[in-house]
Each structure stands twice: as structure tokens, then as C-alpha cells.
């Protein structure tokens, strides 16, 4: 039975979340339908962390990650390599480590190389990378929650720009937005306390982590119905 092992890469959960969930999606959900399950599980994680609840948060949190991967496999997207390359062990955007930015108020996207041999092998090597690029002590739990919103909705921007144009370097916005993402949702993980290997190794033991079947065989208004 396909499960995601607490060594696994974030290229392991891809690749486990296609094993698991790609013949149903491929044939029972469009990219929207993709989009808008992995816009609604994010912000049910958004509920939870204005009610403080972080039980709320976690498998919300988690499975908004999950449809994110499905989003990526269906455009063929590596998701893994898109973040080393958007986040190579310092912030996007000043480029350093940690991330200075509003210390600094830096205003232009600074230019940078990039290190290979400080790539993590792990996802719970990427999430220790993103605590240390963006320390959770230097905002609250509710900024990394905006944060976690706004990137949402540039991801579907992206998509809805490259579908409606197919213009080539919409495409590679698309790669850019799934970075961004994928750093807050480890931003929230790490101001939340929670350890998503941990989780997602416990949540993906047996398949899907609902119907415990690998091709998933939750039919379309259970999932719907999901309540978390
Ligand atoms: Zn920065
Ligand atoms: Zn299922």
C-alpha cells in the first residue's frame, strides 16, 4: 500500500499524491475543480487559526498542501525543484539568510547564486530551511495566515492567465506562485508548531487518508462533504 515515509522528499509526496489521488482526479476533476478544493481546505486552515485552534489548522493545512500537489501534477510541475530554485536556502527576495527584508526595507528583488550542495533531501529538511530563512518570531501566527491567502490567490491568478492566454512565461509564473505557496505553507507550519512530515506520514500510512485505498476511491460529493 503506497504511504509517505517520514524520510520522504517533498518529490516523494508528489509523487506519492499521483499514486494515490491521480486517477480520480484525471477523471473526475478539472484544474478549477483542483483549484478551488485546494482554495477551500486553505482557508478552513485560515478559520482554525482565527479561532486559535491549531487541531483546525493541521489537516486543513495538510490537505490544502495535497491538492496543491495534484495542481503540480497536473500541469507537470516538479514542485520540489521550483522551491530550491525560487528559495536556495535564503529569501527570494533579499537573499539573504535569514531573510531581511522588512529590517531592511529592501525595495528590488536581489540577484543571487544559488549553492546545490545545500539543497535539503528531505521535507522536513525543506520545512527546517524555511524556519530558518523566515524565523517564525519575526511575525505572528495571523500574518503568516494573510501571507498564506495572498499566495493562494496569486496561484489561481497564474493559472487563470496561462490557461486563458497559454502564453509560455505564463506558464513559468505558474512554477514561481506554487513556490511562493508552498513557503507559506511552511511559514504557518512552523508559526503553528506543526511538523508536517510527522503529520503527513501519520495522515498517509494506508492510501488515501480517507477511503485507506491506493487509487483513492472517495467518489466526488464525499469529498465535497469533507468535513475537518
Ligand atoms: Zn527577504
Ligand atoms: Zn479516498
Known amino acids: 500500500m503506497a504511504s509517505f515515509k517520514q524520510t520522504g522528499s517533498i518529490k516523494a509526496f508528489q509523487a506519492f499524491i499521483a499514486t494515490v489521488y491521480a486517477l480520480p482526479?484525471?477523471?473526475?476533476?478539472?484544474?478549477?475543480?483542483?483549484?478551488?478544493?485546494?482554495?477551500?481546505?486553505?482557508?478552513r486552515a485560515l478559520k482554525?487559526?482565527?479561532?486559535?485552534?491549531?487541531?483546525?489548522?493541521?489537516?486543513?493545512?495538510?490537505?490544502?498542501?495535497s491538492w496543491l500537489m495534484a495542481i503540480a501534477n497536473?500541469?507537470?510541475?516538479?514542485?520540489?525543484?521550483?522551491?530550491?530554485?525560487?528559495?536556495p536556502m535564503r529569501c527570494s527576495y533579499c537573499g539573504k539568510l535569514?531573510?531581511?527584508?522588512?529590517?531592511?526595507?529592501?525595495l528590488a528583488r536581489t540577484r543571487f547564486k544559488?549553492?546545490?550542495?545545500?539543497?535539503?533531501?528531505?521535507?522536513?529538511?525543506?520545512?527546517?530551511?524555511?524556519?530558518?530563512?523566515y524565523p517564525p518570531e519575526h511575525r505572528t501566527l495571523a500574518d503568516a495566515g494573510v501571507h498564506l491567502a495572498e499566495e493562494v490567490g496569486e496561484v489561481a491568478e497564474a493559472v487563470h492567465n496561462f490557461l486563458?492566454?497559454?502564453?509560455?512565461?505564463?506558464?513559468?509564473?505558474?512554477?514561481v506562485e506554487?513556490?511562493?505557496?508552498?513557503?507559506?505553507?511552511?511559514?504557518?507550519?512552523?508559526?503553528?508548531?506543526?511538523?508536517?512530515?510527522?503529520?503527513?506520514?501519520?495522515?498517509?500510512?494506508?492510501g488515501c487518508h480517507v477511503c485507506h485505498k491506493a487509487p483513492c476511491a472517495c467518489n466526488f460529493s464525499e469529498v465535497s462533504r469533507l468535513e475537518t
Open 114 to 133: 544559488r549553492d546545490d550542495a545545500r539543497r535539503p533531501r528531505s521535507l522536513r529538511a525543506f520545512q527546517q530551511m524555511f524556519n530558518a530563512i
Open 25 to 43: 482526479d484525471d477523471r473526475l476533476y478539472s484544474i478549477w475543480d483542483l483549484l478551488s478544493q485546494e482554495q477551500r481546505f486553505s482557508m
Open 178 to 206: 506554487i513556490a511562493d505557496l508552498m513557503s507559506c505553507i511552511f511559514g504557518v507550519a512552523n508559526s503553528a508548531g506543526i511538523d508536517i512530515t510527522r503529520e503527513l506520514e501519520k495522515m498517509f500510512s494506508r
Open 48 to 65: 482554525g487559526i482565527r479561532k486559535q485552534d491549531i487541531r483546525k489548522v493541521k489537516p486543513n493545512l495538510l490537505i490544502a498542501l
Open 74 to 87: 497536473r500541469l507537470h510541475i516538479d514542485a520540489e525543484d521550483e522551491v530550491w530554485s525560487r528559495f
Open 164 to 175: 486563458g492566454r497559454h502564453i509560455e512565461n505564463q506558464f513559468d509564473d505558474i512554477k
Open 98 to 106: 535569514p531573510c531581511v527584508c522588512k529590517a531592511k526595507k529592501v
